[in-house]
C-alpha cells in the first residue's frame, strides 16, 4: 500500500491486483451480499455470519477480516460497507460483471424531431441506441447496465433509456466521470465528425477523462439545453425535461441552432427559441456555458 498527499488529503492506495484479490473467494462475496441487503444497519458479528449461513465461526471471522479497511468498516455497533463495499454491491445488481442481454428493435412512442419519422430503441453489447428509422439526424448511443432491463417492461424500457442518458450527461457535465469518477474536462470540436451522430454538424462536443480516459460525446447544444435556465424557459412553456422523453421535448420546440461564432479559441452560439421567446447563449471552448440571455424573438 502506498499514501499520496494532496493539499486537502491524504490518500492511502491499494493496487488493483491486490484489492481485487480480495473478493476471490464465495464467501467473502456471501458477506458483502448479506450487508447489501441492509446497506444502511451496522451488523454485529454474529448476526452477519448467520445471515452469510457459515457454521465455522474462525472460518467466517478469517474471510470477513480480509474485507475490512477496503470493502467493510468496523464501526462502534458493527459492520458496514465502505464507499467501495457498496459499489461492489452495486455492481452485483446492475449486471456490469455477470449479465448479458440483447434487446431487439423496440418502438418508441414518439418521432423523430427532425423529420417527424418513427425512432426505434436496441440494445446489445451492454450499448443502447436510438435512431431515427429515416433520416437518421436523431441519433444516440451510450452504455447501459445490463442488470437494470429487467427492472422495465419492453415499453417503458425508451423512456428509461432516455433518463439514464440525461443521468450520465449530467454528471458528465458537472465534471465527473461515469465510468471511475474521476475529473473530466470539455472542448469544443468543430468540424464535422467523422462518423456517428455528429456528422455533418458544425461541431460538437468532447469530455475526456484525465484518470480513465474514458470519452463521451455530445451535440454542441447540450451544456445550453441542461441549463437551469433553459429547462426553466421551457418549463414555463410547459415542457417538463424531467418527465418527457428528450423526443418529445424537441418535437414540440424548434431543434436548438448551433453555430460557430470562434474557430480560436472554438466558440459556439446556440440558440434555443420557442413561442416567441429564445434563450441565447455561449458554449466556451471548454465546453462551459456563458453570456445566458433570455429575449423576446427579433430582438
Request: with cysteine; hydrophobic share 40%; proline share 5%.
Amino acid at each position: 500500500m502506498n499514501e499520496t498527499t494532496s493539499t486537502t488529503a491524504a490518500i492511502r492506495r491499494r493496487s488493483p491486483e491486490e484489492t481485487f484479490a480480495l473478493l476471490g473467494d464465495d464467501t467473502r462475496i456471501a458477506i458483502l451480499r448479506a450487508m447489501g441487503e441492509a446497506p444502511e444497519d451496522a451488523l454485529s458479528f454474529s448476526a452477519l455470519r448467520e445471515r452469510v449461513g457459515t457454521e465455522d465461526s474462525g472460518q467466517f471471522n478469517y474471510h470477513l477480516r480480509k474485507l475490512v479497511g477496503s470493502f467493510v468498516r468496523k464501526a462502534a455497533d458493527g459492520y458496514e460497507l465502505t464507499y467501495a463495499g457498496r459499489q461492489i454491491v452495486g455492481a452485483m445488481h446492475a449486471g456490469t460483471y455477470t449479465a448479458n442481454a440483447t434487446v431487439d428493435s423496440l418502438p418508441v412512442d414518439g418521432a423523430c424531431p427532425f423529420c417527424g419519422a418513427a425512432i426505434e430503441a436496441s440494445y446489445a453489447d451492454e450499448t443502447v441506441s436510438t435512431s431515427c428509422t429515416s433520416c437518421g439526424e436523431w441519433f444516440n448511443e451510450f452504455s447501459f447496465p445490463p442488470g437494470s432491463l429487467d427492472q422495465f417492461d419492453g415499453a417503458a424500457l425508451p423512456l428509461a433509456f432516455d433518463r439514464w442518458m440525461l443521468h450520465v450527461v449530467d454528471g458528465v457535465l458537472a465534471g465527473f466521470c461515469h465510468t471511475c469518477a474521476g475529473r473530466m474536462t470539455g472542448r469544443v470540436v468543430v468540424g464535422d465528425a467523422e462518423d456517428g451522430a455528429f456528422a455533418g454538424q458544425p461541431a460538437h462536443l468532447e469530455f475526456a477523462c484525465g484518470r480513465c480516459g474514458d470519452r463521451v460525446r455530445t451535440g454542441g447544444a447540450t451544456p445550453v439545453t441542461m441549463h437551469p435556465a433553459v429547462e426553466g424557459f421551457l418549463y414555463e412553456h410547459g415542457l417538463d425535461v424531467h418527465r418527457q422523453p428528450s423526443w418529445a421535448v424537441w418535437q414540440d420546440v424548434p431543434v436548438p441552432s448551433v453555430d460557430v461564432v470562434s474557430h480560436d479559441p472554438p466558440r459556439l452560439r446556440v440558440v434555443v427559441a420557442h413561442e416567441g421567446e429564445r434563450v441565447v447563449a455561449t458554449v466556451e471552448s471548454d465546453a462551459t456555458v456563458s453570456d445566458l440571455r433570455r429575449e423576446p424573438v427579433g430582438d
